[in-house]
């Protein structure tokens, strides 16, 4: 009884939204939101859950002053992406090279 609660629970669970979130397919192109993937682990997280597909990425947002160079190597040194779209207050900060260590 209860493995068929959890079996019903798995089935139906749908994620959180803006979490790798499935939007649609259009015209061979699969749309994903993942918008709530602002720091580095959940962005790489994110990166390799597509390992095995070709990824165009959309990034950038609002500047709150973190540290980018992790998320710069994970986007820039991941295999499968093809292109980046930069965006917001970070993009320029994240099209630039690697930061000076300190």
Do not use: C
């Amino acid at each position: 009884k209860d493995f068929d609660k959890l079996k019903y629970g798995l089935q139906e669970f749908r994620g959180l939204p803006h979490h790798i979130e499935y939007v649609r397919s259009l015209h061979g192109v699969t749309y994903y939101d993942d918008s709530f993937s602002a720091s580095y682990p959940s962005l790489d997280v994110a990166i390799k859950s597509f390992a095995d597909k070709r990824v165009i990425l959309i990034a950038g947002g609002k500047d709150r002053g973190l540290d980018l160079t992790p998320m710069k190597r994970a986007i820039f040194d991941a295999p499968n992406i093809e292109n980046v779209i930069l965006i917001g207050e970070t993009r320029f900060k994240l099209a630039e090279g690697e930061e000076e260590e300190k």
